[in-house]
């Protein structure tokens, strides 16, 4: 594999030919360490040059058009719509997750242990991604943005990259707070080892909150950014670190890779 296709991650989903995803890894950038090396965020103090060559540099590697949305996330549950008209020159919307029923309109958001879900339906004409903290993911950023949809019955969704069941833990708040919204979440944590903390279990409590909202057709929750520093940022492992970015939109053709 070269190093220009370690760079990204393709969900393995039923998605139309038209649809095009894609996560970024840490790998094929140039920023130094902690960041090293594809940071693609700006907001973590690394060089702005190096960010801006990174996000060049990921453009390139999957042919992403120009005018990718990316917002100022605030571990919450709003959806901005982005039209023929949305520019990646306006100042970003403070917002967790993006829609799009646009040709060639880029719905982004960066990650680094937090879950990035993908949104489309099967006919292809609408796109979403959607960044699923536990505080958004427990608050419905799912659930909102299911909702501008036209059919939540023919939409399917892809779990990206995140923090993986064994290394996501948390106190008792965190797991009330979910079977507060849904009953059955309470499978979704398991004892940890130090008293009065969980493991979560992310991409199970995505899949059901998808489930209990229609959505059927649940895909990926493979992986462990965590676990897998070699190609994930984490920033429970490192703290001061990077982020990866989740990426989908509409192609005006299928496209190939």
Not at 8 to 34: D, K, M, Q
Not at 101 to 119: E, G, K, M, R, S
Not at 171 to 199: I, M, N, Q, T, Y
Request: contains cysteine.
């Amino acid at each position: 594999m070269s190093a220009h296709t370690r760079s990204f991650i393709r969900p393995n989903w039923s998605a139309p030919s038209n649809v095009c995803a894609y996560v970024s890894t840490r790998l094929g950038g140039v920023s130094v360490e902690p960041f090293d090396s594809l940071n693609l965020g700006l907001h973590v103090n690394d060089d702005p040059s190096a960010v801006e060559q990174n996000r060049q540099l990921f453009t390139s590697y999957i042919a992403l058009p120009d005018t990718v949305h990316w917002l100022n996330q605030t571990h919450g549950t709003r959806v901005v719509t982005l039209s023929d008209s949305s520019s990646n020159h306006t100042a970003p919307d403070s917002a967790d997750a993006a829609y799009s029923p646009a040709p060639q309109q880029v719905c982004a958001v960066l990650t680094a242990d937090c879950l990035p879900v993908f949104f489309c339906d099967t006919a292809g004409t609408q796109v979403a991604v959607a960044h699923a903290g536990w505080r958004g993911l427990c608050d419905g950023v799912l659930e909102s943005t299911l909702a501008c949809f036209d059919d939540k019955s023919q939409v399917m969704a892809w779990l990206g990259p995140a923090i993986g069941p064994a290394a996501f833990e948390v106190g008792d708040e965190v797991k009330v707070a979910f079977e507060s919204k849904l009953p059955e979440a309470r499978a979704a944590f398991v004892p940890s080892d130090k008293e009065g903390k969980w493991l979560g279990n992310l991409y199970l409590l995505a899949t059901q909150r998808l489930n209990a909202a229609g959505v059927q057709q649940v895909y990926g929750g493979d992986y462990c950014t965590y676990t897998d520093k070699a190609r994930f940022y984490s920033y429970r492992r490192d703290g001061k670190t990077g982020r990866m970015a989740s990426v989908i939109w509409i192609n005006n053709a299928a496209m190939s890779t």
